[in-house]
């Protein structure tokens, strides 16, 4: 796991969206965080491996394509890669239900887009350590304690398919 001179996590992110990637920077940054920012997951394992993260943030769409969901499953299925946290923050909530299983079988963390701050603050605090359950699961929901985020305008979130509730009761972060 790499960390910056001054002891901060590295936090490999990958999304195709630009502006995206420099609210996370601007952010990220001033929390104290490391980055490695792509734009592409277009990445093999071994690469991810020499880069060593401590969390890796993963959109899952890349043009309309779901290439993240590819690089997912690269990353799951090797050795080195499986035990780094991943936290997938993605707008396809259908994507996300339809991929319930394998993302809670990889012990990944989701973030369903839109989300708050806070929000991406506390579920990249809990990847990264802060904190850990005994059963090795970091819970991470969208809620602060004693606040729910406001939800975006527009029905079911702005993107016609349900967000399952299940996303906010189980989504969990973990290291196997």
Known sequence: MERSSNGSPHVLVIDDDVS?????QVVLEEEGYYLTLLTTPDLAPEAVSTLAPSLIL??????HETDGVGLLERLKGHPVTRPIPVLVCSADHQLLDD???RLAAWD???LPKPFGLDALLA????CVGGRAAASGFLPITRYRPGHLLPDPPGPRHGHGAPLGDRWLADAQCGRS
């Open 123 to 126: 579920a990249i605090h809990a």
């Open 99 to 101: 991929l319930y299983d």
């Open 108 to 110: 990944c963390g989701v």
């Open 58 to 63: 993963l959109d899952l769409r890349f043009h």
């Open 20 to 24: 995206t990637l420099e609210l996370y």
